[in-house]
């Protein structure tokens, strides 16, 4: 495993890195989603751009338990992040990519792996988690179906008669 991407070893030719971590590994992860012992499956692509430029392109897929914000209950997010990250030296080399690239000024020589792809998926994790039906009118739906003397139609029918 890779604990820290290292500049000075991207080359122009890519290197390929691929590795399943748990969502455990990640701590800042552990305090939003509850499914800690769940895959992380991460494909990173190195490569130096212009001779220059340290480029990852990459792909991390993951399934992310949140907490409902109607219900607290628990609904589960397919995430499926591709990005593309320059690490400039400066913002004139930012001309040397495409649009596409997510570009960050940086002069540090290397970045902890994990917390790379930490801030990856954070940046692609919804703000608000939703069941992606009406979970809170379901439940009390299901509620009234269960607990017939709670609806109110039915004490209305038994006023009519
Ligand atoms: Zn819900």
Do not use: W
């Not at 769940?38 to 190195?46: M, Q, R, S």
């Not at 609904?75 to 570009?103: A, H, P």
């Amino acid at each position: 495993m890779v604990e820290r991407i290292e500049f000075c070893k991207f080359t122009s030719k890519p290197y390929l890195f691929l590795h399943t971590y748990k969502i455990k590994d990640f701590d800042r992860i552990t305090d939003i989603v509850c499914n800690f012992e769940d895959p992380v499956y991460v494909e990173l692509n190195f490569s130096l751009k212009e001779n220059k430029i340290p480029c990852i392109k990459g792909n991390i897929k993951l399934n992310a338990s949140l907490t409902c914000q109607n219900c607290l209950g628990e609904v589960n997010n397919k995430l499926n992040i591709n990005f593309k990250t320059g690490f400039l030296q400066n913002e004139q080399e930012g001309g040397y990519l495409d649009s596409d690239y997510e570009k960050i000024i940086f002069h540090k020589k290397s970045i902890s792996t994990i917390e790379f792809i930490t801030d990856e998926i954070l940046m692609s994790m919804p703000m608000f988690a939703k069941h992606s039906y009406k979970c809170y009118q379901y439940q009390n739906d299901d509620y009234i179906a269960k607990n017939p003397t709670k609806n109110p139609f039915a004490i209305l029918k038994s006023i009519k008669n």
